[in-house]
Nanobody
């Protein structure tokens, strides 16, 4: 069965960095777009970044562009989100999601359990 397990969250000071990992199993990562989303308390889940199935195209939310980088290691079946220059408003639970087959994005049918990122000012 499809499983996505995030890790790497934690508490960091503003201006710091974190790298989130998403370990995938139960499917061939190579053939799917993979995305990162986040949800802050009292807010709706929002898109952060997506890597197309071939890694030929990446997209970012305007709020993280230039600070976050999505990447993947298909051999390790792992997707990463490198987060630099973190701001308090980046604090949220971050979710990894499997996108569409041979797609540049959705639909996002499978989600991980999330990892908490807290940025202190």
């Amino acid at each position: 069965q499809v499983q996505l397990v995030e890790s790497g969250g934690g508490l960091v000071q503003a201006g710091g960095s974190l790298r989130l990992s998403c370990a995938a199993s139960g499917f061939t990562v190579n053939y799917y777009a993979m995305g990162w989303f986040r949800q802050a308390p009292g807010k709706e889940r929002e898109f952060v970044a997506v890597d197309s199935w071939s890694s030929s195209n990446t997209e970012y939310a305007d709020s993280v562009k230039g600070r976050f980088t999505i990447s993947r290691d298909n051999a390790k079946k792992t997707v990463y989100l490198q987060m630099n220059s973190l701001k308090p408003e980046d604090s949220a639970v971050y979710y990894c999601a499997r996108g569409g087959y041979l797609s540049r994005g959705g639909p996002y049918a499978y989600w991980g359990q999330g990892t908490q990122v807290t940025v202190s000012s």
